[in-house]
């Protein structure tokens, strides 16, 4: 290890024993990112996850059922102010049936993903959410539908779902008021994040990676409050400019940072769920594979209708929009073989460590 320091190999050797670093460390580390120090932690990263996961990966069937938002989050391709995005609803037909197909391919997640739409109510939400689970018992509902108030978190739990993915984005408050607008807060963001856990949801949280005016204190703060809340998943995927957004110029996050802050996440959390995002694999064809590689052990293929996929569009150059469920599943499954992992038919729960 001639070209990496010291200090730096001192800290990744420190976290992958103790799991934790302070802010400065956290910061230093972030700062010394380079191609010598991610060549030393990714095989920690992936050593710990053999250990906890094997070389397991879980697939959740993504379904992006609506990209109507009432937000204005100036990063997202989805956001209100967009007009040129092509919007649409999934009815609840629809859906079902894609939760259908999907369990014929071998998923035993599904997650509903949408923008924050109040077109559909708690009442259609839990009709959906218990129609699956009673077709398909053997499965997990995960929810990605932004912020809802307490007692919608809770009646969603009651009719089945177990698990809920909501991105904290940046754990810093000025950070977060540079990426949203001020009608949109950090603090219920936050306590959304601390409901869903009260609640009793598996809870993913998490952050793009290079988002605009990141630096790396935000880095810093975002693997502090992931140490401290010990989330059951952590989705981190590079930022990527959107065209029709306030951030279309900005440039977009990198592969290395990324893949990186993967083997990073897995030192601080050795159980967590770590996908390797779409947008990983969206700034290069291989990242999601090297996202493997460096620790992460989840992949989310599309199980949208084909005809939608164009539509749901985050970010400029998403992959998977003109293909078919079935080919998602396949490709996936050819490229975690590909490099001597399989994908397993499996609901994938967290692995909690014994106390
Ligand atoms: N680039 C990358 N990720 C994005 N997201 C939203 N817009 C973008 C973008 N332009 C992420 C956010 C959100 C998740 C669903 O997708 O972190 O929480
Ligand atoms: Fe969709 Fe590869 S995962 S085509």
Same mark, same amino acid.
């Given at each position: 290890?001639?070209?990496?320091?010291?200090?730096?190999?001192?800290?990744?050797?420190?976290?992958?024993?103790?799991?934790?670093?302070?802010?400065?460390?956290?910061?230093?580390?972030?700062?010394?990112?380079?191609?010598?120090?991610?060549?030393?932690?990714?095989?920690?990263?992936?050593?710990?996850?053999?250990?906890?996961?094997?070389?397991?990966?879980?697939?959740?069937?993504?379904?992006?059922?609506?990209?109507?938002?009432?937000?204005?989050?100036?990063?997202?391709?989805?956001?209100?102010?967009?007009?040129?995005?092509?919007?649409?609803?999934?009815?609840?037909?629809?859906?079902?049936?894609?939760?259908?197909?999907?369990?014929?391919?071998?998923?035993?997640?599904?997650?509903?993903?949408?923008?924050?739409? $109040?077109?559909? %109510?708690? *009442? /259609?939400?839990?009709?959906?959410? &218990?129609?699956? =689970?009673?077709?398909? !018992?053997?499965?997990?509902?995960?929810?990605?539908?932004?912020?809802?108030?307490?007692?919608?978190?809770?009646?969603?739990?009651?009719?089945?779902?177990?698990?809920?993915?909501?991105?904290?984005?940046?754990?810093?408050?000025?950070?977060?008021?540079?990426?949203?607008?001020?009608?949109?807060?950090?603090?219920?963001?936050?306590?959304?994040?601390?409901?869903?856990?009260?609640?009793?949801?598996?809870?993913?949280?998490?952050?793009?990676?290079?988002?605009?005016?990141?630096?790396?204190?935000?880095?810093?703060?975002?693997?502090?409050?992931?140490?401290?809340?010990?989330?059951?998943?952590?989705?981190?995927?590079?930022?990527?400019?959107?065209?029709?957004?306030?951030?279309?110029?900005? $440039?977009?996050? %990198?592969? *290395? /940072?990324?893949?990186?802050?993967? &083997?990073?996440? =897995?030192?601080?959390? !050795?159980?967590?769920?770590?996908?390797?995002?779409?947008?990983?694999?969206?700034?290069?064809?291989?990242?999601?594979?090297?996202?493997?590689?460096?620790?992460?052990?989840?992949?989310?293929?599309?199980?949208?209708?084909?005809?939608?996929?164009?539509?749901?569009?985050?970010?400029?150059?998403?992959?998977?929009?003109?293909?078919?469920?079935?080919?998602?599943?396949?490709?996936?499954?050819?490229?975690?073989?590909?490099?001597?992992?399989?994908?397993?038919?499996?609901?994938?729960?967290?692995?909690?460590?014994?106390?």
């Amino acid at each position: 290890m001639k070209d990496l320091d010291e200090k730096t190999i001192r800290l990744i050797d420190r976290l992958e024993a103790e799991h934790c670093l302070t802010l400065e460390e956290y910061r230093y580390l972030v700062e010394h990112e380079s191609q010598e120090a991610k060549a030393y932690i990714a095989p920690k990263a992936r050593r710990i996850a053999d250990q906890v996961y094997g070389h397991d990966i879980y697939v959740r069937g993504l379904i992006e059922f609506s990209n109507y938002c009432k937000n204005n989050c100036y990063y997202c391709g989805i956001r209100a102010d967009n007009s040129r995005c092509d919007r649409y609803r999934l009815t609840e037909d629809v859906i079902l049936k894609c939760c259908d197909d999907g369990y014929d391919y071998g998923y035993r997640t599904f997650v509903l993903q949408s923008g924050e739409d $109040p077109y559909y %109510t708690d *009442d /259609m939400l839990c009709r959906i959410i &218990s129609k699956i =689970r009673e077709r398909h !018992p053997d499965c997990a509902v995960t929810l990605s539908i932004g912020e809802k108030s307490y007692e919608s978190y809770k009646r969603y739990f009651e009719a089945g779902a177990q698990r809920y993915l909501l991105r904290h984005e940046t754990a810093d408050k000025d950070h977060y008021g540079k990426l949203h607008p001020a009608r949109m807060s950090f603090d219920h963001r936050m306590n959304c994040v601390r409901q869903l856990r009260e609640i009793g949801y598996d809870v993913g949280i998490g952050m793009m990676i290079g988002a605009p005016m990141q630096t790396s204190l935000n880095l810093a703060e975002d693997l502090k409050f992931i140490e401290q809340f010990q989330p059951e998943m952590c989705g981190m995927g590079p930022f990527i400019p959107h065209d029709d957004t306030p951030f279309r110029d900005q $440039p977009a996050g %990198t592969l *290395d /940072m990324t893949l990186y802050l993967l &083997s990073i996440v =897995r030192l601080i959390c !050795p159980h967590v769920l770590l996908p390797a995002t779409t947008a990983l694999g969206t700034i290069h064809p291989l990242g999601r594979e090297m996202g493997v590689e460096a620790g992460a052990n989840v992949v989310m293929p599309n199980l949208s209708p084909t005809e939608v996929r164009q539509k749901y569009l985050l970010y400029n150059n998403k992959i998977c929009t003109g293909e078919e469920s079935a080919q998602c599943r396949g490709c996936l499954q050819a490229r975690m073989s590909g490099i001597g992992y399989q994908v397993v038919v499996s609901r994938g729960d967290v692995k909690r460590p014994v106390a």
